[in-house]
């Protein structure tokens, strides 16, 4: 990979001398690091806003376990801990460090670019470590451009993005654990003095067991939504990924960040360069609230393709018809979704392949032609159908994997992850191709460029990935097998850049067998993502409350689907259903024909008000009244950011005798002094006392607003506007 070049940017100063203090700030936090007396780099602060002069007079401490905290730690010197950079060198030496050489600040748009160059004078080599900081947003996102400036051969062992080092007497680390269909199980845990890592080797589905992300909370024993430090950390980066947590004998944390070194040993030739992934940061004292809206507001301005644009309301055929429809249903589907106010109809699996036809999970993933016995009049024609209903339309691929029936995968076997001689396992009975390959980029990118080339009306796609890699080998890359994990991402990137190159204004959402991809990375070539297969609205209100600790509700696709549900059983109210999915981007994934009228008439209901208030949830700031763990209740608003407008959502998630009384939830973000009218949407009658008055925001926030959640899975959302 190229170097990243600074020259584009304004110079703000630039220096060889050693200046011993650097300091990366955002409007409430620094990172501060000291050039040390040897011109080691050392990272002495991240955290509240500094006089980072004072810094200065923090002593060197050559301690006998290790030297401080290097802003990027190498393998070699006094240096025992986990190195964020650990190379081997030609003759097979392992030893580097790492000195200051000179750093330069430079500013663009609304950031501001710190590198900080440091050189190892023995062996050459060169790393820049870049920090962007997003002063209004209080994020610094980082990465490491490594260089080998030798004569020879280098091999990287260790390549982390960032490396960041903390200091408290507490380390809470909250992160996510899951299986399909119940990704983002929150877990918090206290570290102690050994390691911890989270990673995953899935490559393909690399945030379904977990995600490239976490907080730390400073201090404290336990998650705090309003209080506290707390840092958020998170990976761009669309595969194997490696965080570790290493507290070390005088009870710093140092976190390495970045893309899994498994089985990935980096070859640099003399001259070429390596850049890592970037890393997001954030700080907050105002615990996970604060500093998940600094992520979503940062993400909206900068880390999603679609930038917080609403996207529309849609029908999803998958639950509702399956693999088991033609084209008299799919057109009884679009009338129905405009018949309730939808906006949008997207015909997932099931509509492609002849020879090997897509009836079924086992045929056809490869082969994207229009099936002509289920759908002889073609794609154009369902697309055109939507657009004369005013409906936009969408369409499910999945093109990075191949059935072995499938006339793709007689074409190209050698397009197919394999390892020679081994077994080519199969998962939901299929093969995964190796993207790592110019040629299957070429292809992927076709099979994108050929669906929209089936109908001017397409609008959105929903890009699938449904099974990780295993047993991996790449054919192309021949001896240089450790390529094939970065190469798979990096061909991953480069297809969707051709794709966004192409199709600007395409809506592109990133599935992978529910939430199996969910990464900054990703975001920034996908507008949206769909959170997880599992649609039960009971499951989704912990699911969602995990994923925003991180992502922004305006990426969340959240659908009502039917009852019993079809993944859990579980047995909830529509209202409750449309109640939870209206969270985020709304949809329906059901068969509409199967609703009575009375349920259609709630459906229009909800739609229509949901319309009226989704600016506030894409582009609001949101605060969770309360985590909705071992709760009986659960709350969450959304505030327009100029205070103005709020909507807040209620739920019982476990009958309580007191319930029917109202309980009282103390709402946050709104302006004190200002005054809210009420207004509860989609019933007759309201559960709140106070419903249609209007009260301040001290008011409301005091605990005085007790609507009453009678039974479980009891919900209200109301809209408040001040006056
Ligand atoms: C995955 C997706 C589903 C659906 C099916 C189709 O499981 O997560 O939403 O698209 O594939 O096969």
Not at 628 to 634: I, K
Request: aromatic share 12%; charged share 20%; glycine share 8%.
């Amino acid at each position: 990979m190229a170097a990243l070049s600074l020259l584009s940017f304004t110079t703000l100063y630039a220096k060889k001398d050693e200046s011993r203090i650097i300091s990366v700030e955002t409007s409430s936090s620094s990172l501060v690091f000291s050039v040390r007396e040897n011109g080691a780099v050392h990272q002495l602060h991240y955290g509240a806003k500094v006089d980072a002069s004072e810094f200065a007079a923090v002593p060197m401490v050559e301690g006998r376990y290790g030297n401080g905290a290097q802003a990027y730690p190498a393998t070699g010197g006094r240096y025992l801990g986990e190195p964020a950079l650990h190379l081997r060198y030609s003759d097979g030496n392992h030893n580097t460090e790492l000195v200051y050489d000179s750093h330069e600040v430079a500013r663009r748009g609304g950031s501001v670019t710190t590198s900080i160059l440091l050189k190892d004078p023995v062996t050459g080599m060169r790393v820049r470590l870049v920090y962007e900081a997003y002063p209004e947003e209080d994020v610094i996102v980082s990465h490491a451009e490594i260089e080998n400036g030798g004569r020879k051969k280098v091999e990287l062992l260790n390549f982390a993005s960032s490396a960041l080092t903390l200091r408290s007497d507490k380390y809470l680390l909250t992160h996510v654990h899951g299986v399909w269909a119940q990704e983002m199980q929150l877990e918090s845990e206290l570290l102690g003095h050994d390691m911890k890592v989270i990673e995953t080797r899935r490559q393909t589905q690399s945030t379904q067991c977990n995600n490239p992300s976490f907080l730390m909370s400073l201090g404290t024993s336990e998650l705090d939504e309003d209080n506290g430090e707390v840092i958020a950390g998170a990976l761009c980066w669309t595969g194997n990924f490696r965080l570790s947590f290493e507290r070390d004998v005088e009870g710093r944390l140092t976190i390495l960040s970045g893309i899994n070194p498994f089985a990935s040993t980096y070859p640099l030739m003399a001259g070429e360069s390596f850049r890592t992934p970037d890393m997001i940061w954030s700080w907050s004292d105002c615990g996970a609230g604060g500093v998940s809206r600094n992520l979503h507001r940062w993400a909206r301005k900068y880390g999603i393709y679609s930038h917080g644009r609403i996207n529309p309301i849609l029908l999803n055929s998958w639950e509702g018809a399956y693999f088991t429809f033609n084209t008299e249903t799919i057109i009884k589907m679009i009338d129905d979704a405009a018949s309730m106010g939808l906006e949008m109809f997207v015909l997932d699996d099931g509509w492609f392949g002849n020879n090997s036809p897509r009836n079924g999970d086992n045929a056809g993933l490869g082969d994207w032609q229009v099936n002509v016995s289920k759908l002889p009049e073609g794609i154009d024609y369902l697309a055109s159908h939507a657009h004369s209903k005013g409906l936009k339309f969408g369409i499910w691929i999945e093109p990075e994997m191949v059935n072995p029936d499938s006339d793709l995968a007689r074409a190209h076997p050698d397009w197919v992850v394999q390892s020679p001689g081994r077994n080519l396992y199969q998962e939901r009975n299929q093969w995964v191709l190796d993207l790592s390959n110019p040629a299957v980029q070429d292809f992927v990118f076709g099979v994108f460029d050929g669906v929209m080339k089936m109908s001017r009306n397409i609008d959105y796609v929903k890009w699938d990935c449904n099974r990780p890699v295993l047993s991996f080998g790449s054919p192309y890359l021949d001896k240089d097998q450790d390529r094939f994990f970065i190469g798979y991402t990096q061909g991953f990137y480069r297809v969707m850049e051709r794709i966004r190159a192409k199709y600007p204004d395409v809506i592109v959402q990133c599935c992978s067998s529910g939430g199996a991809r969910i990464d900054y990375g990703a975001l920034r070539y996908f507008d949206e993502v769909w959170t997880s297969d599992d649609t039960d609205a009971y499951e989704r209100i912990f699911m969602q409350y995990a994923t925003s600790l991180i992502y922004p509700a305006c990426v969340m696709g959240d659908h009502v689907s039917t009852v019993p549900n079809h993944q859990s059983r579980n047995v909830t109210p529509l209202k409750f259903r449309f109640d939870v999915a209206c969270q985020g981007r709304l949809g329906l994934e059901l068969q509409p024909k199967y609703l009575s009228d009375a349920e259609k008439a709630l459906v229009n209901r909800c739609v229509e008000s949901y319309r009226g208030y989704r600016d506030i949830v894409f582009g609001g700031d949101m605060y969770r009244l309360n985590p909705p763990y071992g709760s009986d209740f659960y709350g969450l608003v959304y505030v327009s950011p100029d205070k103005s407008r709020a909507v807040v959502f209620t739920y019982c998630l476990r009958f309580n005798g007191m319930a029917g009384e109202g309980h009282s939830f103390r709402l946050k973000g709104l302006d004190p002094q200002r005054r809210y009218k009420v207004t509860e949407q989609n019933v007759d009658r309201s559960c709140w006392w106070g419903n249609g008055q209007t009260f301040t925001g001290a008011f409301l926030s005091s605990g005085a607003f007790n609507p009453s959640l009678p039974s479980l899975y009891s919900s209200a959302v109301f809209l408040l506007e001040a006056e």
